[in-house]
């Protein structure tokens, strides 16, 4: 049972108390930022992993400003959209409103569970030195959706390779502040890289079913309050464990990526 940590009274609650129950996911973006973009991201998460528990979900965003930018920053990072906020008349019979919202809201929603997500920063970025070929992480993103000029210098960078930037947020704890600088994620994206090219490998050799035990470690991960860094180090572990066929490693990395999104298998057929 996925179960998270209220903030308003920072006690454990269950994130589907009726089984098969509607759950509503309300996501709060104040501003068009680093931080909002964990919001929704984390509400991402929460919607997932709840869907891979049977749990229907219906999610929906309330952002005063900036929305048609915010929601394609999201969609590149391949969070899945929500119904706009504005729209919401009446319940659909939920039997639970879970609010997803920073940590730094002055007024937060009044009734329900509460999930706080701490501060995002971007960190600097440095230009390429003169003559060097620019990397993706320094060079702009070209965000579908938005408008030229119409997302921040230090989001359009980090939106530069989203699936890296994703990555580096979920090493991090939702409830601890973040500084995403050029290290994270140059360091993401060569986990990422690796990942995506074992997974490559594993593919050609005969499947093999996620041991029950694995599959059991990463549903307790996740269903811990959203423990993504948890869930990391199981993969982790599953990439290092001997004897383990890598037909089942290369299960293990698609069925986590249900959750993650990563696109952990863009790279098969690619290997000579």
Avoid: K
């Amino acid at each position: 049972m996925l179960r998270i940590l209220d903030a308003r009274t920072g006690e454990p609650v269950s994130a589907a108390p009726a089984r098969r129950g509607l759950t509503r996911i309300e996501a709060y973006a104040s501003d068009l930022d680093l931080t909002a973009l964990r919001v929704l991201l984390t509400a991402d998460l929460l919607v997932r992993a709840l869907e891979l528990g049977g749990t229907p979900v219906w999610t929906i965003l309330t952002a005063p400003r900036r929305t048609a930018e915010l929601r394609a920053a999201a969609t590149a990072l391949a969070i899945r959209p929500f119904e706009d906020g504005r729209d919401l008349a009446s319940g659909l019979g939920e039997s639970q409103v879970i609010h997803v919202v920073a940590e730094t809201t002055e007024d937060p929603p009044p009734e329900g569970p509460l999930l706080a997500v701490a501060p995002a920063i971007p960190g600097e970025i440095p230009a390429p030195a003169p003559g060097e070929t620019p990397a993706a992480a320094t060079a702009p993103a070209a965000v579908p959706g938005a408008r030229g000029g119409d997302l921040p210098v230090d989001l359009s960078l980090l939106l530069s390779d989203p699936a890296s930037l994703r990555l580096a947020l979920f090493c991090v704890p939702r409830n601890t502040a973040v500084r995403l600088d050029a290290g994270r994620l140059a360091e993401a994206a060569r986990t990422l890289d690796h990942w995506r090219h074992a997974v490559a490998g594993w593919a050609r050799r005969p499947s093999r079913p996620v041991p029950d035990e694995v599959r059991a470690r990463l549903r307790a991960a996740w269903e811990d309050d959203l423990d993504l860094p948890g869930v990391l180090d199981v993969l982790r572990g599953v990439e290092r464990t001997p004897g383990l066929p890598d037909g089942a490693r290369f299960e293990t990395y698609v069925y986590a990526d249900r959750l993650l999104a990563l696109d952990l298998a863009r790279d098969l057929g690619s290997l000579a």
